[in-house]
């Protein structure tokens, strides 16, 4: 068998047709689809950091939500100053309840503590061990946001079983200011 001109042109003609579709369809659409999914996978991941940082932001309102709740329960401890003559009154009636003599009070200046005033007390007090530990018992359980320094104690002079007892107590409570809000 014998080929000819026509026939080596026939079988030139039938090799490059596919040759030349591999080259001028085939790879620019093989480009275009590779790059088609690098673009989807792109934005897929856009979206999963998106998703992520939508739960974030839905837990940080979850957090910020507790948060103020937190600072609403710790400001309904804080009495208004017209409200500190009653827990002054409080922490007498701890003091003589707890057996301990009534307390002599010296009331300093306020003082501003960020957003809240601290109004310090000098106390001062005498009677049995026991019974101060008593009040110490019960003005941790008030109420109100109060905090003790300066704590000296000292046998009383007449007797053993008793002691004397001089602190600086401070009440917090809201300003005039502070009311308001």
Do not use: W
């Amino acid at each position: 068998m014998r080929i000819g001109l026509r026939e080596l042109i026939l079988i030139l003609v039938l090799l490059g047709v596919p040759i030349a579709s591999y080259f001028l369809v085939f790879r620019p659409q093989n480009i275009e689809i590779q790059q088609a999914k690098d673009e989807i996978e792109h934005k897929r991941s856009i979206l999963d950091k998106l998703r992520q940082e939508t739960a974030a932001s839905s837990d940080l309102k979850k957090t910020n939500e507790e948060i103020a709740e937190r600072i609403r329960a710790i400001e309904a401890r804080l009495p208004t100053n017209k409200e500190v003559e009653t827990v002054v009154r409080q922490i007498a009636d701890l003091c003589t309840g707890s057996g301990l003599d009534v307390p002599q009070m010296k009331t300093a200046k306020s003082i501003k503590a960020a957003t809240y005033m601290e109004q310090p007390l000098e106390l001062s007090t005498s009677g049995k061990f026991n019974g101060f530990y008593q009040f110490l018992l019960q003005l941790e359980q008030l109420a109100r946001i109060t905090r003790m320094t300066d704590l000296k104690l000292k046998r009383a002079a007449d007797s053993d079983s008793n002691m004397q007892a001089t602190f600086t107590l401070s009440i917090y409570h809201q300003d005039e200011q502070g009311e308001s809000k």
